[in-house]
């Protein structure tokens, strides 16, 4: 069965960096849209952002624009997120997911998940 698997997660202070991983188990992949969700506690699971099958397209959530980067390396079945300028209330569990087709925001709509991977940023 095709897994996805997480990493890079940690604590950190404020203002720091990370780079989440997210390796996919096969090439089943490569054709779908992916996406970073996370979740907080007590929240619901909220859409960071998402990328197209071929990494053309990317769409951020307005929380993280500008500071988060989703990239894709589909030679190595990879995906990414690069976090920069972290703030408190970017402190949640981050999940990767896969869909076929088209990327969306909705979680919900997502059939792959990984296991998640905690970010707590420190004040």
């Known amino acids: 069965q095709a897994q996805l698997v997480e990493s890079g997660g940690g604590l950190v202070q404020a203002g720091d960096s990370l780079k989440l991983s997210c390796a996919a188990s096969d090439r089943t992949f490569n054709n779908y849209a992916m996406g970073w969700f996370r979740q907080a506690p007590g929240k619901e699971r909220e859409f960071v952002a998402h990328i197209s099958y071929n990494g053309d397209a990317t769409t951020y959530a307005d929380s993280v624009k500008g500071r988060f980067t989703i990239s894709r390396d589909n030679a190595k079945n990879m995906l990414y997120l690069r976090m920069n300028r972290l703030k408190p209330d970017d402190t949640a569990v981050y999940y990767c997911?896969?869909?076929?087709?088209?990327?969306?925001?909705?979680?919900?709509?997502?059939?792959?998940w990984g296991q998640g991977t905690q970010v707590t940023v420190s004040s």
């Open positions: 997911a896969a869909k076929p087709s088209l990327p969306i925001t909705n979680w919900k709509q997502y059939a792959y």
